[in-house]
C-alpha cells in the first residue's frame, strides 16, 4: 500500500552524541505530537545506527543507512555491507544520492550492485533520481531521469519494484535555498509514476511511494505535500531540528 513517508538525512553530520540526543528529540515528538499516519525514517551516518536504533521506538521510527557496500563482503576496507546494516537494526538505505553520484563517482552498474544487495538483506531502499541545473535548463529533465530509472530500477521484477521508494532530487535545488516550484514537482512525479505505469502496469504505480527531495521545509511542505503525486520528503537539513523536522511530519 502507497505510504506518506518523511525521511531526514543527516548527511555528514552530527557527532554519536549529538545524534542519538536528535534522535531521541524527534522520537519523544513523534510519539507525542507526530502524524499516526506517517512513516518516519531518520538516515544517520553509519557510525550512529546502533544506537540511534536503540533509542527509538522501532513501531514508529524506522532508521536508515545513508550508503551500502556495492560488494557482500571480502577485502574491501572501509565499506559497510547491507548485511551489517540490516544486523544493526537499520530498516531503509538511501541508494544513489546525488551527492554519491557526484563526489564518488556511483554509475549505474554500481547502484544495481547496491539495489540486489540491499534487497536481498530485506532492506528497503529509497532510490535517488535527479537531474542537475544545467539539464533542467536544456529541458531535457524528464528524458535524463528516465533513462536513470532505465539503467536500474526499470530492471527489477513487479515484485522487487514493490518493495522500495523512489526519491526524486531536483540537483539544482539541494542545499542551495531554492526549492522547485510545487509544480515542477508535482509534474516530475507524475512523470515518473507514468513511467512506471508504462514499464508495469498502473496498479504497481499507484502502489510505489514517490518522495521529493529538494530543501523541502516547513513553509513549503503542506503545500508540496498537497500535491497528489508527491508521497513525501527526503529531508537534509530540516531534518537536523527535532521540530522542523515534526512540523513537516505534521505538514500532512
Known amino acids: ?13 552530527t557527532t554519536v552524541k549529538e545524534g542519538v540526543e536528535l534522535a531521541k528529540s524527534v522520537n519523544e515528538l513523534v510519539l507525542t505530537r507526530g502524524a499516526k499516519d506517517v512513516v518516519v525514517v531518520l538516515g544517520t551516518p553509519f557510525t550512529h545506527l546502533i544506537s540511534v536504533v536503540d533509542a527509538v521506538d522501532a513501531n ?6 545513508q550508503n551500502c557496500a556495492a560488494v557482500a563482503k571480502g577485502a574491501y576496507t572501509g565499506e559497510v555491507s547491507a548485511a551489517m546494516i540490516k544486523s544493526t537494526g537499520a530498516t531503509y538505505v538511501i541508494i544513489g544520492h546525488s551527492e554519491r553520484r557526484e563526489y ?28 542537475a541545473l544545467a539539464i533542467r535548463e536544456a529541458g531535457t529533465q524528464n528524458e535524463f531521469v528516465k533513462q536513470q530509472l532505465d539503467e536500474t530500477i ?47 502496469n498502473a496498479e504497481v504505480a499507484k502502489e510505489i511511494s514517490i518522495l521529493y527531495g529538494g530543501s523541502c521545509s516547513p513553509a513549503n511542505a503542506n503545500d508540496l505535500f498537497s500535491q497528489p503525486d508527491i508521497d513525501g520528503g527526503l529531508i537534509g537539513g530540516a531534518s537536523l531540528k527535532s521540530e522542523d523536522f515534526l512540523a513537516i511530519i505534521n505538514a500532512y
Open 1 to 13: 500500500m502507497r505510504k506518506k513517508i518523511v525521511a531526514g538525512n543527516w548527511k555528514c553530520n
Open 60 to 65: 514508529r521510527v524506522n532508521i536508515a543507512s
Open 104 to 131: 564518488y563517482h556511483e554509475n549505474s552498474e554500481i547502484l544495481n550492485k547496491k539495489l540486489a544487495l540491499t534487497l536481498e538483506q530485506g532492506l528497503t531502499p529509497i532510490y535517488c533520481c535527479g537531474e
Open 154 to 200: 526499470f530492471l527489477l521484477p513487479t515484485e522487487q519494484l514493490l518493495k522500495l521508494v523512489i526519491a526524486y532530487e531536483p540537483i539544482w535545488a539541494i542545499g542551495t535555498g531554492v526549492t522547485a516550484s510545487t509544480q515542477q514537482a508535482q509534474d516530475m512525479l507524475a512523470f515518473i509514476r507514468g513511467l512506471i505505469a508504462a514499464k508495469y
